[in-house]
């Protein structure tokens, strides 16, 4: 139990740290956002990319823990894409969103971090691996968006493939992981000068990445799309971690490290990518911000509660 406390603690103290701050009026919606553009546009992908580049790729990469995390990602889109067309009459795109956030964990600002804080640096490895992932699913969404855009502009289905393509390239935490992927095969390594720098940058990424959510969540008040969002946090805080669970213990069986790192990276909350894709798209951007608030807060109870059944392992 200590263990866990120790491992936690931190974690969403930082975040209950930017909720103060954002209620005690000391940041406003602009610090926001340029603390986020710092996160993940300056700090995060030279993080990523130095952990690709300087990671034993051939040690790593677990196919059979990117099938059983893909297989219960794509089981929670499909669930929640579902949940939205035949419960609450929505389009392609709402269903979209509904899947997107019933399936798609915070994985840069609290997934990372957290599985380095329970695993140490056994954890990096894994998360890496779903944030690779996650590029599909980017994809899938951006495509299903487009397409959903299309039937009102006309679009072609060449052009929103090359959109969805080009909306990847313009993602720098994907381009960091892929290009640190691509280095890393190369066998070059990096030079101790930028290895350095890249460290000391990244060190920066996620407890600024924490501070800029607890802003985001103090900021930002119950925007309505309750039925939506609430539907959007069970899915995620509940059915996507049981359903990693049982696809790694009997369609898959996982060892009990890999399978504990894919149950514990499928609790985290709704990512907030979810919201970034609803504004874009003009398109459940009150149900995702609402949905967001919700599984964060709950989360620090239910990831606690999962680190007490799945340690030690």
């Known amino acids: 139990m200590q263990t866990i406390i120790i491992s936690v603690t931190p974690l969403f103290a930082v975040i209950f740290l930017g909720y103060f701050a954002a209620k005690s009026r000391m940041f406003d919606t602009r610090a926001v956002g340029v603390l986020a553009t710092f996160v993940f546009t300056f700090a995060m992908p030279p993080m990523l990319f130095r952990l690709m580049a300087t990671a034993d790729l051939a040690a790593i990469v677990e196919f059979r823990f990117l099938g059983v995390y893909l297989y219960g ?42 599985m380095l804080a329970v695993f140490g640096e056994r954890g990096g490895p894994p998360s890496l691996l779903i944030i690779t992932l996650d590029v599909f699913l980017f994809s899938l969404v951006t495509i299903l968006l487009e397409f959903a855009r299309a039937g009102k502009s006309g679009k072609q289905g060449s052009a929103i493939i090359k959109e969805a393509g080009f909306a990847v390239l313009r993602n720098p935490v994907a ?44 900021l930002r008040p119950i925007a309505g799309g309750l039925g939506p969002a609430t539907g959007m946090a069970l899915f995620k805080l509940f059915a996507h971690p ?68 799945l340690l030690p392992i």
């Open 73 to 114: 990602e794509l089981l929670l889109f499909a669930a929640g894409a579902i949940f939205s067309g035949w419960l609450l009459r929505g389009g392609l795109a709402e269903m979209t969103i509904q899947g997107f956030g019933s399936s798609f964990s915070n994985g840069v600002v609290i997934g990372l971090p957290l």
């Open 175 to 218: 381009m960091a992981t892929a290009l640190g992927i691509v280095w890393g095969l190369t066998g070059f390594g990096l030079t101790p000068l930028i290895d350095k720098t890249f460290g000391f940058i990244g060190q920066a990424g996620p407890p600024a990445g924490l501070f800029a959510l607890g802003l985001s969540l103090g």
């Open 242 to 309: 049981a359903i990693v669970w049982l696809i790694a213990t009997y369609l898959i069986p996982l060892d009990p490290f890999w399978r504990a790192a894919a149950v514990l990276f499928a609790a985290c909350p709704v990512g907030a990518n979810v919201f970034v894709f609803a504004q874009q798209y003009s398109v459940g951007v009150a149900s995702s911000s609402t949905a967001i608030l919700i599984s964060t807060a709950i989360s620090m109870l239910t990831i606690t509660a999962l680190l007490l059944v």
